[in-house]
């Protein structure tokens, strides 16, 4: 969701955290469609302008909800991250890292297994697909750290005049 944090970054920040609900809800409100629904819209990057503008829209009201109860959603988001590592080295629980190493391989042995015919690409390999990359990029964000300071880079980037 790299270009929402472009136009909304406070709504890109609620809704990585755990904060995400009351996010949806605003979403949902200004749209005048469900909670899933606006996550679907927001997990999209083609959008029309209309839909923009609603999404500028929750962005304001959502600054607004941040000041009047005093949160900061990155820091919520980030605490919430450094909370689930802290918790994997006091318990030295067996379960994430089995359950990332169980990912990782199959992420990567359906992939090779789609380039080397040995399944067939049906719609169901293709959503199992999808949902272990999406788990796979969780088990890197966990362990290495999320792409949120790669983002920012992004912005800045996109935001900058080039040198002529």
Not at 70 to 94: H, P, V, Y
Not at 103 to 111: A, D, E, R
């Amino acid at each position: 969701m790299s270009w929402l944090q472009q136009i909304a970054p406070t709504l890109a920040a609620a809704v990585s955290g755990p904060l995400a609900p009351l996010a949806y809800e605003v979403v949902s409100k200004i749209m005048g469609v469900s909670s899933d629904d606006a996550k679907k819209t927001l997990e999209t990057s083609k959008l029309n302008s209309e839909q923009l503008v609603q999404i500028k829209l929750a962005e304001t009201q959502l600054k607004e909800h941040e000041q009047e109860l005093g949160l900061n959603f990155e820091k919520l988001a980030t605490e919430d991250r450094k909370s689930a590592r802290d918790m994997q080295i006091a318990t030295k629980s067996w379960v994430p890292p089995v359950l990332a190493i169980s990912i990782t391989l199959g992420f990567f042995g359906i992939l090779l297994a789609l380039m080397y015919d040995q399944v067939q690409k049906t719609n169901e390999v293709m959503v199992m697909l999808g949902s272990l990359g999406t788990a796979w990029s969780g088990v890197i964000g966990f362990y290495f750290g999320s792409s949120h300071s790669s983002q920012n880079k992004d912005a800045l980037l996109h935001q900058s005049t080039p040198i002529q």
